[in-house]
């Protein structure tokens, strides 16, 4: 049975950094499609970025240049280091995974096989 599980989040001013991490137990697949979405309150789940199963990293407009994901070798762990955080970045986040994905259109969905609980990541103005 495969877990996820956030952690990392937290209070921060504008302007400030946090780092997420996802950590996957039990097994995806060979090559796992794994991501980051993000939910403020009062709005739609929104796909943030994605290392799909090639390997290649997708973000959505609204964070490129600010945030980087990445993962470990096995992908059993899963990261999103984010700067510049802004106060329009406050939501829960939201670690996703599936067997196999690619590109892009993975984040305009919110039909992942597996999601974890979240964790609350705050920008204070």
């Known amino acids: 049975q495969v877990h996820l599980v956030e952690s990392g989040g937290g209070s921060v001013q504008a302007g400030g950094s946090l780092r997420l991490s996802c950590v996957a137990s039990?097994?995806?697949?060979?090559?796992?499609?794994m991501g980051w979405f993000r939910q403020a309150p009062g709005k739609e789940r929104e796909g943030v970025a994605v290392?799909?199963?090639?390997?290649?990293?997708y973000y959505a407009d609204s964070v490129k240049g600010r945030f980087t994901a990445s993962t470990d070798g096995a992908k059993n762990t899963l990261y999103l280091q984010m700067s510049s955080l802004k106060p329009e970045d406050t939501a829960m986040y939201y670690c996703a995974a599936d067997p196999w994905g690619s590109g892009a259109t993975w984040l305009r969905r919110i039909t992942q096989q597996y999601w974890g609980p979240g964790t609350q990541v705050t920008v204070s103005s």
């Open positions: 290392i799909d199963s090639t390997g290649r990293a």
């Open positions: 039990g097994y995806i697949s060979p090559r796992p499609c």
